[in-house]
C-alpha cells in the first residue's frame, strides 16, 4: 500500500510558477511509476504528465508541454510538477496517482494509489 499527499497549491496570477509536491508513504516508491492528472469543474479529469518508475521516461499533455516539468527525487520519496507560464484554463484540483514498475502512462485506470489532490487556481 502506498500513500499519496499531494501539497504547493494555491492562487497565482496568470503568467505565474507552481511546484505541486506528491509525497508517498507505506512502500517503496523508487519502483513507482507516477501521474498528475488534473479536474476542472464540471469537466473530466484528465492526464496531466507522468514519469515512468525508473525516471527514464515522461510524458505530459500537449497543453503543458514546454510550461510544466515532472520530476522525481527517490531519495525524499517525492514526485514535483513544476509548473510555468501558467494561465487560467490551468485550473483545477491537480492529484497524483502511483503504479509499481509502471512506465509513464497517460491512462487513470493503470494507477492503483491515488492522492486527494492539490487546488490550482490561476486568474487572469
Known amino acids: 500500500q502506498v500513500q499519496l499527499v499531494e501539497s504547493g497549491g494555491g492562487l497565482v496570477q496568470a503568467g505565474g510558477s507552481l511546484r505541486l509536491s506528491c509525497a508517498a508513504s507505506g512502500r517503496t516508491f523508487s519502483n513507482h511509476a507516477v501521474g498528475w492528472f488534473r479536474q476542472a469543474p464540471g469537466k473530466e479529469r484528465e492526464f496531466v504528465a507522468a514519469?515512468?518508475?525508473?525516471?527514464?521516461?515522461?510524458r505530459y499533455t500537449d497543453s503543458v508541454k514546454g510550461r510544466f516539468t515532472i520530476s522525481r527525487d527517490n531519495a525524499k520519496n517525492s514526485v514535483y510538477l513544476q509548473m510555468n507560464s501558467l494561465k487560467p484554463e490551468d485550473t483545477a484540483v491537480y492529484c497524483c496517482?502511483?503504479?509499481?514498475?509502471?512506465?509513464?502512462?497517460?491512462?487513470?485506470?493503470?494507477?492503483?494509489?491515488w492522492g486527494q489532490g492539490t487546488q490550482v487556481t490561476v486568474s487572469s
Open positions: 514519469i515512468s518508475w525508473s525516471g527514464s521516461s515522461t
Open positions: 496517482a502511483a503504479e509499481p514498475y509502471a512506465g509513464a502512462s497517460t491512462y487513470r485506470a493503470q494507477y492503483r494509489y
